[in-house]
């Protein structure tokens, strides 16, 4: 995809520290947030991919189909999702993993 933007950089810092405050993760909570391309029939040209460990080492994902600069708070899991978010793997054969 090439080199970050300086806007493509800060949306992605923003929807870290979303993450971090939706599901009350510590601040030394591991969090990646990344902006993937999908070439699937149907999917959209972005989506942004949010990956989290807890204290358990337990590994969540979740994705939102918009690219990053349009991701706002609201389009996060509700927090009470977040067990649900536990062990999905990356590539779940769904649109753009």
Do not use: Y
């Amino acid at each position: 995809m090439g080199r970050k933007t300086s806007e493509q950089v800060a949306a992605l810092d923003r929807i870290k520290n979303w993450t971090r405050i939706r599901f009350a993760l510590p601040e030394d909570s591991a969090i990646l947030v990344s902006e993937l391309a999908c070439t699937r029939p149907f999917c959209p040209p972005l989506a942004t991919i949010v990956v989290f460990w807890t204290a358990d080492e337990k590994r969540h994902l979740f994705k939102v189909f918009k690219e990053a600069c349009n991701v706002a708070f609201a389009d996060l899991p509700a927090a009470w999702l977040k067990d649900a978010l536990v062990g999905l793997a990356e590539d779940d054969g769904g649109c753009c993993s």
